[in-house]
């Protein structure tokens, strides 16, 4: 079963969409057999950075960026947490019946929703999504195109069935990602601007641990995650032994890139490498061109140790959840799982009466 923790900072993910596209979204995350953690999680993201923070513990809705909470009073808060009081109860029940619907009892389970929207402020195309996940797999899909659920399991045709048939609900689901949410997503944006649309120039480095070490072309102190960094060989694009590393988050709230080239010392002095990092966020291109007067090394440490430069940025966790799973990402698409016939079914738990989600988010369901 593919479990992972996810941690998220409270200065952001490892992850972000381009410039001119903004995100909202939320996570629900419900476990069952892991002791002294949360049971329910939920935290919400803008542009990738949490805004608000709930869990089965602390049963309050908190602000995670100072922008959430100078702009949204109490009254806001107040009805956030019993938006999530009422969900943790429903999210509890559908782990339950989905431990029935696969035959498990005891072990460690995982429940998933994740939905939003993103909207492009420079061509103000808009998107949505809504999924269910379960232990570490895709459950069941909502298409936007076709306004049905798409299950991709056998034990989540029942749900499939159950749920396009409540039309008005499919209706509030839709209004919700194509409306709804892209107008919060827009005030949001505007409460956090002058943080959330940063754009600072990187700065780019050439390090060696050693003589015979890759050389790395290391960007860091930029905002927008949509950073390439390439290699270029006489002038033209380079891929042969070139790794690409991860995209970081240092503890200043900005991001750092790195990428590996594999090359003899002759070959990178017979021939002009350059590392050329890109950042659209300030439409301007940052060239380093490899010499032996630009390497940056530490190759006079002599403890056999020593990690080198290139070490990860420890960052101050402000938020721990259990991500639940990784699952595969799915088109969405209609895909050919709902022909399944429906016979895992088992006994559903007592539908519980949802609190009036006040267009914040929209209304959950069991399943």
């Known amino acids: 079963m593919k479990v992972f923790i996810l941690l998220i900072m409270g200065i952001g993910l490892l992850h972000s969409v381009s410039a001119a596209t903004h995100s909202l979204h939320y996570v629900y995350t419900a476990t069952s057999g892991i002791p002294d953690f949360p049971e329910f999680v939920t935290v919400g993201l803008v542009n990738r950075e949490p805004i608000s923070y709930y869990d089965s513990i602390i049963r309050t809705e908190t602000p995670r960026q100072d922008w959430m909470a100078n702009n949204e009073g109490s009254d806001y808060w107040e009805s956030q947490t019993q938006i999530s009081n009422g969900t943790e109860q429903t999210f509890k029940a559908n782990i339950d019946i989905l431990k029935q619907r696969f035959n498990q009892t005891g072990g460690v389970h995982v429940v998933q929703n994740m939905y939003g929207c993103e909207w492009d402020d420079e061509t103000g195309v808009t998107d949505g999504f809504e999924q269910y996940g379960y232990d570490g797999e895709d459950f069941i899909l909502f298409d936007l195109k076709t306004l049905t659920w798409i299950a991709p399991k056998p034990q989540a045709v029942i749900t499939k069935y159950k749920w396009d048939n409540d039309r008005g609900w499919i209706e509030q689901t839709k209004n919700y990602l194509t ?18 649309m940063r754009t600072v120039p990187p700065s780019v480095s050439l ?8 050389v790395t072309c290391h960007a860091t102190g930029f905002y927008t995650r949509e950073v390439i960094v390439t290699w270029k060989k006489d002038g033209q694009d380079h891929h042969e032994d070139v790794e690409m590393g ?14 590996h080239l594999t090359v003899k010392p002759e070959e990178w002095k017979n021939n002009k490498y350059q590392c050329v990092v890109q950042d659209s966020g300030i439409n301007e291109v940052f060239i380093k061109v490899l010499t032996e007067d630009e390497i940056e090394t530490n190759w006079d440490v002599k403890d056999p140790n020593t990690t080198g430069l290139i070490t990860a940025v420890v960052v101050t966790l402000l938020l721990v959840i259990v991500a639940a799973f990784i699952w595969k990402k799915k088109t969405r698409q209609a895909s050919g799982g709902a022909s399944t016939s429906s016979n895992n079914s088992a006994p559903e738990a007592q539908v519980l009466s ?6 914040l988010t929209p209304a959950l369901k069991q399943m």
């Open 179 to 196: 409306q709804t949410c892209i107008e919060w997503l827009k005030k949001y944006v505007d409460y956090g601007k002058s943080s959330l």
């Open 207 to 214: 390090l060696q641990k050693t003589p015979s070490s890759p």
């Open 354 to 359: 949802q609190i009036n989600r006040q267009f």
């Open 246 to 259: 991860e995209t970081l988050h240092n503890d200043d709230g900005t991001f750092q890139k790195s990428v």
